[in-house]
């Protein structure tokens, strides 16, 4: 038997643009499934809402959100601050609450260390083709191709992290990526919940 709370965590992680926020989204409109809404100090994108899409805040705020211990966990990611409140997480999981993260690998080893006493799954999302999260990246990004090229430098760096995760999931088809990704939700077990050889062959090639 689990000696785990009733709430879980699961936290899904990503190069930028493979999909993970539109797959959070998609998670949280579950019955008793919730979004860690993060703080950054990045602009808004025009379509984001703060409160609703992040709590968009200045870097001298989030400095003294830092000294007051506010965090479960931030870090610093392409020249922005990002961190979970430690309220806002710890409220939803008392109430028997499943948490989605959408945070970097950074984040994701920090909370993995605080072994809370919680189920956690990780999650890590690939896209298909470089040429695609290229052109997925340059729809979001308005055409701000200076963005783009920050995020698509970084891709090779962010792919590697793809080994710390329970689960590694590509995401072609936006649905069945999501079923393959409920269906871990409901396993009671981590093991199998990926083919560890087409993952790595997957790899290799976005490597290239
Ligand atoms: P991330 O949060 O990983 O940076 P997003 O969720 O913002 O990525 O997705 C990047 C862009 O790709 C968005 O415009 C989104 O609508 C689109 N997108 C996400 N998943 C798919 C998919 N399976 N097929 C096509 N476009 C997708
Ligand atoms: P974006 O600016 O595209 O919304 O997010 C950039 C990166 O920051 C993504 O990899 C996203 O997962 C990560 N991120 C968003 N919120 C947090 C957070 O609270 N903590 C950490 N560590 N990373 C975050």
Redesign the pocket.
Known sequence: MSSFKKGGMYII??P?GAG??TLVKKISKNKNFSI?I???T?KPRPNEKNGKD?FFVSKNQFKKLIKKKEFL???K??D?Y???SKKQVNQKLENGKNII????W??TKQIRNKKLNYKLLTIFILPPSKSELFKRLVKRENRNMKTVKKRMKSFKKDLSRWKDYDMVVINDDLIKCYNKIKKAINSKSKKDLFDLDFIKRHVKTLSV
């Open positions: 992680s990503s930028s993970k926020t860690s993060s703080h950054t990045r992040y966990e931030h870090a990611v392409f922005n990002y961190g979970s993260f959408d945070i970097d950074q984040g």
